[in-house]
């Protein structure tokens, strides 16, 4: 039996996420009302997922509901932001109601983890495309932003780059590994962890940030760039983790780190005079970052072999509308 | 040639909408960061335009771009709002830079006439679909509601509603008509006009408000029900356009006006002691509104004919999953 949108908004999204004081009025009316803390600026994104572009057709309702937010969530994280409010739209080929049970459990999972208040949306009968509209604030001045990087500066990323482009291949099968390796990877797709507390706190520390989306080398050259900066990157330098190393075996491990994109980690930079207090008061095996390489004032991305030669990177970043 | 996504944002959305000094950061960094003013809070929606659905396939896409906005500014006007930052997230089959030109012009000259910046967004291959978050403000405890409606409340309609939605049949041959009527009722669905000024007027007079997207007869009962009223609507007082009675004579257009839906007029309620000031300070010439009925304590949505008997209405409102 089909059921009419105004119901389907209602049994699934009405609970979903976060109870919050600031929420004046969530979802119900035509718009919702939020009351912003003093002194903060709002932080405001939006990122959209279409399947068979960002998830293969056919992947678990619990993923896309939890890769819609942690989209968002990541670009936030990279602005240093505290996450507040989101906004849903949804547009699916059917009304099916374990889908968006599903759908619904793996948003608000990740909603709740980071105390989110889902405060409106549509749902709209079409091909499946999940847009995810998230505001958060900061306080004023406080950003982190790509453009606050100089020549010396040092790059660090978090996390492992790369595990992600693996686990989506295993889920399309275009790559094989079983066991612990694969499963761990698969999650790595499918449950992305987006650094929201790691770009809180390095507020105090970085000089620039940006979420990495479209494949590490790609963003760190958009941070450089957008910091009137290029940036070298060593190859050997880059982190990857045992897992993907196992799948793929250790250089093309590190090729994924650097190109793979959807790992929505964040790659940052710092003065080099900041480097001793960021990791005395943020130790990198506690919050799980190391460097990269570093800001230079030469345009352009660049990967270093262990030599220092330059190494040839041609597919730099995810681009959906490239030939 | 194919040109990148990042190229696409850039070339066409960068400088779209209107510059404003409470935006701190547009487009080009993770997240937008925009400046609330105090003592006002934050209003937030969210509307998704699918190809198919919401306009036919090939709708010329000046008025995608429009609309885009315009069902969002329409929920803004609802609450009595005053609209100021956007976000467009777009997902188009291909980089056809005619069609992002056009776009873009019918989003801009509406982000324009009502000082929206675009403030973020992106572009993803998929099937066209258009998601638009609006956000903007209201004097803290100022938002209209529509809830706040009672009993003996009367209620009224902006604009002449059912021209949509004969527009849009029109437009995908189902009706036919020529001539000035004809081009008014297509221009009624293209590029409908949303009553932000009004609703921002109606803070001061109206008890509750609701925008006119899914039909009158079913937004009205909606309000009702938010107020815990039902609505009695008179038949004989819903406003319609000379062009659609032209179009499809003086009963269907009363039907149409009640049924059809994409209006992005405002239905709103008023305590019957404020109804002589209202007219006052905001004549309904000058204005463009009627009363079409009144509160009651009754739930549910009626028509009454002109004996008061109560006509049948079976299909209220445009809803995607019903059978």
Redesign the interface.
């Known amino acids: ?6 119901t ?1 908004i209602e049994r699934y999204f009405r609970d979903c996420g976060a109870k919050r004081s600031d929420v ?2 969530g979802i ?9 803390p ?1 002194d903060a ?8 997922l ?5 998830f293969p057709e056919g992947s678990p309702a619990a993923s896309i509901g939890h890769r819609a937010l942690a989209v968002n969530l ?3 994280g ?2 240093g ?1 505290r996450p507040a ?1 989101a ?3 949804l ?1 699916l080929p ?2 099916d109601e374990a889908w968006l049970g599903e759908f619904a459990s793996g948003f608000t999972a990740l909603a709740l983890a980071h105390s989110v208040a889902l ?9 499946l ?1 999940i ?1 995810v ?3 958060g604030h ?1 306080p004023r001045g406080g ?1 982190l ?3 606050g990087g100089k020549p010396g500066h040092i790059v660090f990323v978090s996390g492992t780059p790369g595990d992600s482009t693996a686990g989506l291949a295993l889920e399309q099968g275009r790559l094989s590994a079983t066991g612990d390796a694969a499963k761990y990877l698969r999650e790595r797709f499918l449950f992305p962890t987006p650094r929201v507390a790691l770009g809180e706190r390095l507020r105090e520390f970085a000089s620039a ?3 990495v989306s479209d494949g590490l080398l790609g963003d760190a050259g958009k941070l450089a760039q ?1 910091s009137g900066c290029g940036v070298d990157i060593e190859f050997d330098s880059v982190p990857v983790s045992d897992a993907l190393v196992e799948a793929v075996g250790d250089t093309t491990a590190h090729t994924l780190a650097l190109t793979g994109g959807e790992d929505y980690e964040l790659c940052f930079t710092a003065h080099p005079d900041a480097i001793a207090r960021l990791r005395r008061e943020m130790p990198p095996e506690q919050w799980g970052y190391r460097r990269i390489g570093v800001l230079v004032a030469t345009p352009g991305a660049r990967v270093l072999a262990g030599d220092a030669s330059v190494m040839d990177f041609s597919h730099s970043g995810f ?5």
Chains 1, 2 share one sequence.
Request: net charge negative.
């Open positions: 039996m089909a059921v009419s949108e105004f389907l004046r009025l119900g009316d035509d718009a919702a009302l939020l009351e912003c003093p600026e709002l932080v405001a994104t939006v990122d959209t279409v399947a068979g572009v960002h990541s670009d936030l990279a602005m932001a409010w906004l849903l739209s547009t059917a009304a405060v409106g949306g549509n749902t709209t009968a079409g091909p495309c847009s509209q998230l505001l900061v950003a932003l790509r453009s940030c940006i979420d957008a681009r959906h509308f490239d030939p």
